[in-house]
């Protein structure tokens, strides 16, 4: 197949570039390069050369028209993708990931096209928090967001709004009722929708996959806004002690960029994916100061991290995933977090990361998003 990949020459979108390569298809990437991803502008080395690269945004609609041309599916990958960012650069955020999409959409229900099947990335932020269980009762219930009041005092588990117990977490499933804490996370919300509606209406197999936290090679070490595990890695190669917000036992579902481009090959290749939105994770969890310390293992490098007891607005405490509907068309991850964190670790050993975070940190301090 000949297929396209909007963002496909960012983080996920390159990983999943290689494992089509590997399974014979022809791949096209549709990218931006933004400089905050791609600080020269340029192809990114770690692009394969076999990946023909278009240059473009996803809101104009004759460059993205003219990728179309000829593809048999879509993975629908580019996006502003800075959470914290997105709490200030609304209007940035929502003209790329909703008109985006939107434009992406229009263009197959006017032109004529080849396209068989579209992927679309989403993200477990749709959810807010998890799932949880109620101790006493041992209820399933969807953790509200912690009030600014209860994260002030540090008190940091969530409490059941009826008993004040701490609840427990539990795996979240694709049902859970999506509670979108940041302008990302409602875009998010909005590029499922938009396209499984399409979908449904124009008879075209739409996948919506909600990726839990993605880390691995290639994830920028000086984009701010990139997940935890790059920033501390980032941090340790600069011999400085990680961050870590709260109390650090707030947890998190890592999954490997491998494994989430093999489970994109997956959804590409079964039927009865269409129409459907799967979580994708491994189903398990690690507390973030376990995550950090696992970092320090892999790295050699022992710096104690500082757990400093701030928190950042919107912030949930524990979120991983249920994984059941996935697995049942065939998919489980390959690569355990030890074995996933050493190849990030090598990859960024020839990484030069820049000053830019603790910028970012005291650009969201001031705006009061990190308190
Ligand atoms: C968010 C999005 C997710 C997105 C990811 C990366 C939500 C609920 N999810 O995930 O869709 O894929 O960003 O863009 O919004 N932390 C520290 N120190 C740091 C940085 C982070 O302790 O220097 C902690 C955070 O407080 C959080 C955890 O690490 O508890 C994970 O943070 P992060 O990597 O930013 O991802 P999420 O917020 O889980």
Known sequence: MKILITGGAGFIGSHLADRLLIEGHEVLAFDNLDPQVHPTGMRPAYLDSRVALLAGDVRDRRALAA???????????????????????????????????????????????????LVVASSMSVYGEGLYRRPSDGAVVAGGIRSEEQLARHDW????????????PIPTTEEKLLRCESVYALNKRDQEEYCLLFGRTWGIPVVALRFFNAYGARQS???????????????????????????????????????????CSLVLRDDRAGGRVFNVGTGGQISILALCKLLGTVSGISIEPEVTGQYRKGDIRH?????????????????????????????????????????????????????
């Open 319 to 371: 979120c991983f995933a249920d994984c059941s509907a996935i697995e049942s068309l065939g998919f489980s991850t390959s690569i355990t977090l030890a074995a996933g964190l050493a190849d990030l670790w090598n990859w960024s050993a020839a990484q030069e990361v820049a000053e830019v975070l603790p910028a970012a940190h005291e650009e969201l301090k001031g705006r009061r998003l990190v308190i």
């Open 157 to 168: 588990e969530l409490r059941d709004a009826a008993t004040g117990e701490v609840l427990i």
């Open 221 to 263: 070490l000086n984009n701010p806004y990139t997940g935890v595990a790059a920033i501390f890695m980032g941090r340790l190669k600069q011999g400085l002690p990680p961050l870590i917000y709260e109390d650090g036992m707030q947890s998190r579902d890592f999954v490997d960029v491998r494994d989430v481009a093999a489970a």
């Open 67 to 117: 990728a179309i041309d000829g593809i048999d599916a879509v993975f629908h990958f580019a996006a502003n993708v800075g959470v914290g960012q997105s709490q200030y650069q609304i209007a940035r955020y929502s003209s790329t990931n909703v008109l985006g999409t939107a434009n992406l959409l229009d263009i197959l229900a006017n032109e004529k096209h080849g396209v068989r099947k």
